[in-house]
């Protein structure tokens, strides 16, 4: 698997990290560990990625030892894969939606909830390694993951498969990296902008359900006239220009606060 292979599965990486379960848990344990130790709080969602990415490579070094058996079921494990997605993305799509109209500032996940306390209220921005290997342990992931290792790696044996795994979780590791660093500028800014967060929760839920209903509309049947590869690299983009605005929008409210300071006293 090679070039254009490479980066079809680390776009497909990209995709995966603006899961909104991941941007839910990342934004958790980056408020929790904010108050504890703020500098490592920014890297949240890079230990997140790297938990996750444990478990990413392990199901790709599996179907590189199995290919010929994951390729004969490969098509029914990406169906009830994609179905699984459907339900989480909607489900995440309507606590997000609650949370808005409760006026919270949190963005909610389906899969954040049934964490263990422990995990859940953690202030060690350590904490979002297992977490981030627990959320690897979902059919979700690991049907994903299969798929692909099936489809991209299968006729090179184990190296293939373990090159999928690693240019997906290379993927998902920018994305869950640039979560954090949003999260982090948000609440370390001396300037309190909550509309700014209501933008990012409302952000999440659109990317939610945009994502479920592209998925329906293959499950029954529609083809799409452009590739996965360009849907998923414009969901990607769409999440970047977010982060562009709100950090272009905070440096601004912080620039102007600074400017009038001599004249608070």
Not at 6 to 21: E, K, M, N, S
Not at 40 to 54: E, N, P
Not at 102 to 115: M, P
Not at 133 to 149: C, V
């Amino acid at each position: 698997m090679i070039g254009l292979g490479a980066f079809t599965v680390f776009v497909l990486g990209l995709r995966h990290g603006a899961d909104p379960d991941h941007l839910a848990a990342i934004d958790n344990v980056t408020r929790n560990a904010y108050g504890a130790t703020p500098r490592l709080s920014r890297f949240v969602g890079t230990f997140f990625a790297g938990g996750h990415a444990v478990m990413v490579l392990a199901i790709s070094a599996l179907v590189g030892l199995l290919g010929a058996r994951f390729a004969a079921h490969g098509a029914a494990i990406e169906t009830v894969g994609t179905w699984v997605s459907i339900v989480v993305l909607l489900v995440v799509a309507a606590m997000n939606l609650r949370a808005l109209r409760a006026g919270e500032a949190r963005v909610a996940g389906a899969r954040t909830k049934l964490l263990p306390r422990a995990l859940r209220e953690g202030s060690s921005a350590l904490v979002a390694v297992p977490i981030g290997l627990l959320f690897g342990f979902g059919f979700e992931t690991s049907s994903q993951i299969a798929a692909y290792a099936v489809a991209f790696g299968t006729d090179a044996g184990l190296t293939g498969a373990l090159m999928v795994g690693a240019a997906f979780s290379l993927g998902m590791i920018c994305t869950d990296t640039l979560d954090s660093l949003l999260v982090h500028r948000l609440l370390s800014q001396r300037v309190q902008l909550p509309g700014l967060m209501r933008v990012w929760i409302g952000a999440v839920t659109v990317l939610a359900v945009a994502v479920a209903l592209y998925e329906i509309a293959q499950v029954v049947g529609w083809r799409s006239p452009v590739g996965d590869l360009a849907v998923s690299g414009a969901l990607v983009g769409a999440l970047v220009l977010v982060f562009a605005y709100v950090t272009a929008r905070t440096r601004r409210a912080t620039q102007s606060a600074r400017a009038f300071e001599p004249f608070s006293s």
